[in-house]
């Protein structure tokens, strides 16, 4: 599968797309130092621009960082002006995925909205337990709602399956997302939708959230609705737990890139 939304800084400590393993390999990293002391953001011609000591920042592949909003050049400031003694990648997600956008996706968007409908082809809240009784309900209150809204609004029926053996998704269906995503064309709209769409395993809840009709908790909860289930009957797994935080700090970064466009 091809992913253009990887880590694009050209340091190892970014190279893994795992994010517990990004995390310790940034560990061995030395980090470079805060170089800066005054963090802005700013209106400009082409958009809004993040200032470091009144110069420009540029992305790592040395393209103008221009935001289309007001509100997403101040979250990617904030980022900046909250690093302390040394500049923390990991700790700057929305930064990394505002790279990709102008780096990776800007030349190339639909690779990323191939992706997406590739996704919604074999979509997670598609997929249903047979078992237990608990479960299958549970699963049926997180995503029968979704599915409900993608047919209101995309006019888009999906056909759920039991257990994990693939089911075919009527080819209209799947063209209707794509029509969705062909709106939403924007390198920085499409770059969060994407990494929405990856951490959960569904488009649908990364559309659903996008456009507002899913609060982004709930989806959160609703992509984990097994994990859920089993820590609560067999208990949770310390690294699977990191790494579920990690990928909701990721999660998060999208969603506010996605509000900030919205707003």
């Given at each position: 599968m091809r992913d253009l939304l990887n880590d694009l800084e050209s340091g190892s400590h970014l190279s893994d797309p795992d994010p517990i393993r990004r995390a310790?390999?940034?560990?061995?990293?030395?980090?470079?130092?805060?170089?800066?002391k005054a963090v802005k953001h700013t209106e400009i011609q082409e958009g809004f621009s993040v200032l470091l000591d009144g110069k420009s920042v540029r992305t790592?592949?040395?393209?103008?960082?221009?935001?289309?909003?007001?509100?997403?050049?101040?979250?990617v400031a904030g980022e900046f002006d909250a690093q302390r003694d040394v500049?923390?990648?990991?700790?700057?997600?929305?930064?990394?995925l505002v790279n990709s956008a102008i780096d990776g996706v800007a030349p190339d968007p639909e690779a990323v909205i191939e992706d997406v409908v590739r996704f919604s082809g074999s979509d997670l809240i598609c997929y249903r337990a047979g078992e237990p009784a608990g479960l299958?309900?549970?699963?049926?209150?997180?995503?029968?709602?979704?599915l409900d809204w993608a047919c209101a609004a995309l006019s888009a029926?999906?056909?759920?399956?039991?257990?994990v053996v693939h089911v075919e998704q009527p080819r209209e269906s799947v063209a209707a997302v794509r029509r969705w995503l062909d709106d939403r064309r924007d390198p920085f709209r499409l770059a969060a939708i994407h990494?929405?769409?990856?951490?959960?395993g569904s488009a649908l809840l990364a559309l659903a959230v996008e456009a507002g009709a899913l609060?982004?908790?709930?989806?959160?909860?609703?992509?984990?609705?097994?994990e859920s289930w089993n820590a609560e009957h067999w208990g949770d797994d310390a690294e699977?737990?990191?790494?579920?935080a990690a990928r909701r700090r990721d999660f998060d970064a999208a969603v506010a890139l996605a509000q900030a466009m919205a707003d």
């Open positions: 310790q390999n940034q560990m061995r990293q030395n980090l470079p130092k805060r170089f800066y790592p592949g040395r393209a103008p960082l221009v935001l289309p909003s007001r509100e997403a050049a101040a979250l500049i923390d990648p990991v700790s700057m997600p929305v930064l990394r299958v309900a549970r699963q049926a209150q997180a995503w029968d709602p979704v029926r999906f056909i759920l399956a039991e257990g990494v929405m769409t990856t951490l959960t609060d982004p908790a709930e989806a959160w909860a609703a992509a984990h609705v097994d699977a737990v990191a790494r579920q």
